[in-house]
């Protein structure tokens, strides 16, 4: 009999009851048991968030040489934070909730140089890679004008180097962006659910496009395997990678200032949301990991998945982790939502959310397409369908028994007024203008 980590699927659903409901493709909403107990600090330490932040600072010069279009932002790469007031009261009114405290868009998905929240970690990884050979091959100092580097010189050293990466889409376009402009060599292995657009959109660029007809952990298997027989060669590892994982959790200390800056309060009394899409699990994750250490208890975070790919739900409500996939528990990944078309979660990831996560819920792609016209029409916010999946935390929070009774548990019920909701907004204003007119016709 097939077995999954020496159980049978009717052990598992039994020792899970919300297990029947993610098979049969439910929305369901899922509270983390193992919240707030003790975190394994042996995975990542604080400080290298730090140095993470430290590291893109000392990029900002070259960024706004390679991307004049960061010059404003002084080639620091971040999106911005916005008010949704009348997609707030369009969702109370469609969905029949209350939605208390104020509502607010993270907008990633206007992130400069590759329009989703890969410019964040993919970008990052990639900068950490060319300082590194810089200074051991070029001479670069940390002390240096990093401007320096959109030299023809150090443009001709990245290009005896190569980056390759699997995607299904905007980690590809993200790391092809960065590294073509850098000079290295760059491949990506693109899974099945890529857009063409984005597999353009690089080929353009010089960079080599692999396709697979085969999900995502197919892509990155190919992948892992080709650099590996390449010494110079690096593969960025999207289901392990620490860097990846420290560039998105810089974010955090950005947003606390941004919040800052419209005298949002964050404490005991004034609790924050926040709801991210969760693929393979490394922009959520790095992003929680990030908020955690900037408002710690204070601060709830949920992770939004399809219904066909609910990979980290499944992970860490059985506490498999990497160690069984979704299509092993008959769930197919298929999803309009290419973003998160992701079978099995980071190792990484899911065990350092086993303590972080407040919780986490599925959503159909129907709901999906009906949210991305509600934010367009309301909002005039244009978004990618994966971009979507946080828009209906609160709405899930606030109705679903399993969300009141998470407030109730940790005492919030009363302090809703002055709660804060930020739905994280992941990707979307690269997408072609008649991409974009389909997927609004979709609801
Ligand atoms: C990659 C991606 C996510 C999820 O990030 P993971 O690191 O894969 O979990 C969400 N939304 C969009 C648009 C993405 O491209």
Avoid at 125 to 131: D, F, G, I, N, T
Avoid at 294 to 314: K, L, Q, Y
Avoid at 393 to 421: A, I, W
Wanted: some cysteine; proline content about 4%; aromatic content about 8%.
């Amino acid at each position: 009999m097939q077995t999954i980590a020496g159980l049978s699927l009717l052990e598992w659903q039994q020792k899970h009851r919300l297990l029947n409901n993610l098979i049969q493709l439910d929305e369901v909403f899922w509270i983390n048991p193992d919240y707030g107990t003790e975190l394994d600090d042996t995975i990542v330490q604080y400080n290298q968030v730090n140095s993470a932040k430290n590291r893109l600072d000392r990029f900002a010069n070259y960024i706004v040489e390679a991307f004049p279009e960061t010059r404003p932002m002084q080639g620091i790469i971040e999106s911005p934070l916005v008010e949704i007031p009348s997609m707030q009261k369009n969702m109370e009114k469609s969905y029949d909730v209350q939605l208390p405290g104020k509502l607010l868009l993270k907008c990633d998905s206007h992130l400069p140089i590759s329009g989703s929240i890969k410019a964040r970690g993919g970008i990052y990884e990639v900068l950490k890679r060319a300082e590194d050979i810089a200074m051991k091959h070029g001479g670069l100092k940390q002390t240096d004008d990093y401007g320096i580097l959109a030299s023809d010189t150090y443009k001709k050293l990245f290009s005896t180097y190569s980056i390759a990466v699997g995607s299904t889409g905007n980690l590809g376009l993200s790391i092809g962006i960065i590294s073509a402009k850098l000079g290295f060599r760059v491949t990506v292995h693109m899974s099945g659910d890529a857009k063409q657009w984005k597999k353009d959109k690089l080929t353009n660029l010089g960079v080599v496009v692999k396709e697979y007809n085969d999900d995502y952990s197919r892509a990155v298997e190919e992948g892992r395997l080709e650099a590996s027989l390449d010494p110079n060669c690096h593969f960025i590892d999207d289901e392990d990678s620490i860097d990846l994982f420290l560039g998105y959790a810089t974010a955090a200390e950005r947003l606390q200032n941004q919040l800052r800056e419209r005298s949002v309060v964050v404490d005991k009394d004034h609790p924050l949301f926040v709801y991210l899409p969760c693929g393979v699990g490394g922009g959520p994750g790095g992003i929680t990991y990030g908020l955690k250490l900037a408002f710690g208890e204070h601060v709830h975070c949920f992770f939004a998945e399809p219904t066909h790919s609910p990979c980290m739900t499944i992970g860490l409500l059985t506490g498999l982790h990497d160690e069984a996939s979704v299509q092993e528990f008959g769930i197919d990944n298929k999803t309009e939502a290419d973003g998160l078309a992701v079978g099995r979660p980071s190792r990484l990831v899911s065990r350092l959310m086993t303590s972080m996560l407040s919780g986490s819920y599925t959503i159909e792609d129907k709901r999906l397409f009906e949210l991305l016209r509600k934010m367009a029409e309301t909002e005039g916010y244009y978004l990618e369908p994966s971009a979507l999946a946080g828009a209906n935390g609160p709405v899930q929070l606030m109705s679903h028994p399993t969300g009141r009774k998470y407030l109730e548990d940790q005492k919030l019920l009363d302090k809703m007024n002055q709660s804060t909701h930020i739905i994280w907004a992941t990707g979307g204003s690269m997408v072609p203008k008649d991409m974009m007119e389909q997927y609004l016709s979709q609801s």
